[in-house]
């Protein structure tokens, strides 16, 4: 296995069904364990006189029965690391046991492997080496944990040591790994670099931790073997399998038949100096693109084999993948050879169907996918349908990722009946604009014979200083156009089409507007004959509010003048002024707001029936009184702490009666009924017609409002 040495996984965000923290390990686990007893010689110091070490052959391995055995205080930690280069093997094959039979209390031993330091090593009785890094130490190393034995001057600094059995601090060495501790029921190894280890198997570097019933560790190589119950986790990451062997620090490596879960994590960040250096607040249609957005997605499946080929690079053989929760994985994607590429953010599969409910919808040969949640230019899934009038239909999107605030979707759509018909969607979205356009183009419908389309385009602006503006267009080639082609219900209702453009101006108290409004009506042959709508060419609006007038009173105006154009009904020009004035009054508990208003109207008229004036006026006083109160009180409903009101409410309304017949009715229609409207001055939407009323309207509303969030949860009303 080569190592690559990528390092730590990093946090990143795959696609994924379980979303599963992946669990870590501390460290410094083995500091917790019981004290462990270990052979002296095995630790490079020097044996006091009260232990005498007894002569061994080279051939023979001595055993701990036959050594006396060093107490520690704490657990063994036994510096094992991986060396620039593989040492020669020492002269004697002198192996480390620790089991439950050593003088140690009954527990699970702990080896500590931490990073090894460069230095002279003449004084070591276990070593033919210069250095640290020979095959006895390598194997064994000095134990990290206090003991009985002093060392010697020599042993001082070589092996780690102080004259107080305290290990001295080393210098840090920028390239040494970081310490690999093992726990386990049984700890097995000899001075070549393999250390077994059996029984609840617990192995950790850094934040990674490998646990298995067996375990078989080469320290030169950095790898591990594991057998029964495995399993590997990491940050953002967990595999289990019955087999794996891997390079932990690497991440290099393979499971057999493993169950996996790799969690993504991504924060996507507005492009710098385009939305994030602006001088003035941003358009609220801009929000959800210039914030940083945080990102998580999880992937997780099954597969034969798992190769783990660096940091964020996975190989799976014959997998599954999902990224459906843990508890519902409706769907999933079965591959038999995927690759996941975390530094791309792409996760690529040949050989792949899509199964949804345990059944395969869809197969493809190859497929692409991101693995951070992000947009990627590609094929969608294609829809299929049959229809009477238009026969099979075949869909197929193709969707373009543009730039980060623009895309397109462009949609092939084969119809037996009909021919081929092309669809587009292009959206954007930017500081001071944002839009979305459709556009459908059929080039020749075989049973009309004739090219047919359709278009949409919806465009907002802004253009500062109080300016705005908005684009409103769609159009048909033909009047039955939805009726022949359109599967929606909402398109084929479709009679009048809406071609608006507008031009806006905001400022302190007052507003205005200037409208451009016609529409296309679709009269489809055979059917009733629909009324043509009245165009606004243009149509001027004027709105003014200024609440803070002397003594507390308020000022109101509403104004409009509209140029009404239809070429088969009466024409012309309507202007409306309705000031008003208000004295409101109001206290915690209760409000009176008493209010004046005077609404005239002038009408410049063509095409009018014989016998009625071009021109009309009508003048209208409006009085009303609208009163209220509020009366609260505290409920409690289960945990929440509730407010319920009683507010009754008193409204009278003025409008002397004028005759209104000899006015045309260009756009208003009698109002809905609602909270709103019961207490409005006109029961009519529009200016063509005031209502005339002497009359009180009452009404009783209550409502419960969560105290703690201010929250309104329900309101009703009742009143005549």
């Known amino acids: 296995m080569t190592a690559k040495k990528r390092g730590r996984l990093r946090h990143r965000v795959p696609l994924g069904i379980a979303a599963f923290i992946a669990a870590t390990g501390t460290p410094n686990a083995a500091e917790n364990l019981p004290a462990l007893g270990i052979d002296p010689r095995l630790l490079g110091l020097d044996i006091p006189a009260a232990a005498p070490q007894p002569q061994t052959s080279p051939a023979t391995t001595p055993t701990t029965e036959s050594v006396p055995a060093i107490p520690l205080t704490a657990p063994a930690a036994v510096p094992l690391s991986k060396p620039a280069a593989k040492p020669q093997p020492a002269p004697n094959n002198t192996p480390i046991s620790a089991t439950q039979s050593t003088p140690a209390p009954s527990a699970a031993p702990a080896v500590a492997l931490p990073p090894r330091q460069t230095s002279s090593n003449t004084g070591s009785n276990t070593s033919n080496s210069t250095s640290s890094d020979a095959p006895a130490t390598a194997a064994t190393g000095a134990v990290a944990a206090s003991t009985a034995t002093p060392a010697s001057a020599s042993n001082e600094s070589e092996s780690g040591f102080t004259p107080d059995g305290k290990f001295n601090k080393v210098p840090h060495d920028p390239n040494a790994k970081s310490p690999v ?48 119950n495995v399993v590997l986790t990491q940050p953002g990451a967990r595999m289990s399998g019955p087999k794996a062997r891997v390079s932990i620090e690497d991440n290099e490596g393979y499971f057999m038949q493993p169950d996996y879960m790799v969690r993504n ?20 249609s801009m929000l959800d693109v210039t914030a940083a957005q945080h990102v998580v997605t999880t992937g997780t499946g099954h597969a034969e084999r798992l190769d783990m080929e660096g940091e964020g690079q996975y190989h799976l053989k014959n997998a599954t993948y999902s990224t459906c929760p843990a508890d519902s994985q409706d769907w999933f994607t079965k591959v038999s050879d995927l690759k996941l590429d975390y530094d791309r953010e792409v996760g690529e599969g040949r050989n792949a169907s899509l199964w949804f409910k345990g059944v395969p919808i869809l197969y493809a040969p190859s497929m692409s996918f991101p693995l951070d949640n992000q947009r990627k230019s590609g094929l969608l899934s294609p829809t299929f349908a049959v229809n009477s009038t238009l026969g099979v239909q075949y869909f197929q999107p193709w969707y373009w990722n543009i730039a980060p605030n623009m895309d397109a979707t462009i949609t092939s759509r084969t119809m037996t009946k009909r021919g081929e018909q092309f669809l587009g969607e292009f959206r954007y979205l930017d500081y001071n604009y944002s839009g979305v356009s459709n556009i459908e183009y059929l080039p020749h419908d075989s049973v009309v014979d004739k090219t047919r389309y359709a278009f949409s385009v919806l465009h907002n602006q802004n253009f500062g200083q109080g300016f705005s503006g908005t684009l409103n267009l769609a159009g048909v080639s033909d009047p039955t156009y939805f009726t022949d082609l359109s599967t929606k219900l909402a398109n084929i209702a479709q009679v009048n089409l809406l071609r608006q453009a507008a031009l806006n101006y905001n400022a302190s108290w007052w507003s205005s507007s200037l409208v451009l409004e016609k529409y296309q009506t679709l009269q489809i042959p055979g059917q009733a004959a629909v009324t043509v709508p009245y165009a606004s060419l243009p149509r001027l609006t004027l709105t003014a509010a200024r609440p803070d007038l002397p003594g507390g009173m308020a000022f109101n105006l509403q104004s409009q003048f509209v140029n009404f154009s239809n070429p088969s009904a009466v024409q012309g020009q309507r202007l409306v002024v309705y000031p008003q004035l208000s004295l409101p009054y109001q206290t915690s508990s209760f409000y009176v707001t008493p209010k004046i208003g005077v609404s005239a109207t002038t009408y410049s008229l063509s095409n009018q029936p014989a016998g009625t004036p071009s021109s009309l006026s009508r003048t209208l006083p409006i009085v009303s009184v609208d009163s209220g109160m509020t009366f609260e009180r505290d409920l409690q409903w289960g945990d929440k702490n509730l407010t319920q009101t009683l507010e009754p409410r008193l409204y009278y309304l003025y409008v002397p009666y004028r005759d209104q017949s000899q006015i045309p009715i260009f756009d208003t229609a009698l109002a809905d009924l609602n909270f709103t409207q019961i207490f409005s001055d006109n029961r009519y939407v529009g200016y ?15 409502r419960l409002i969560d105290s703690d969030t201010g929250v309104e949860l329900i309101r009703g009303m009742i009143g005549q």
């Open 181 to 228: 501790y093992l726990t386990a029921d049984k700890v097995q190894g000899a001075n070549d670099g393999a250390i077994v280890a059996t029984g609840s198997v617990e192995l950790q570097q850094d934040d990674q931790k490998l646990t298995a019933d067996k375990v078989i560790y080469w320290q030169l190589d950095d790898e591990a073997e594991a057998d029964g």
């Open 688 to 702: 063509d017609r005031i209502g005339d009323a002497n009359q009180i309207t009452a009404a009783v509303s209550s």
């Open 265 to 284: 994590e991504t924060s996507i960040k507005p492009p710098q100096n385009q939305y994030t250096q602006l001088s003035r607040p941003l358009h609220p």
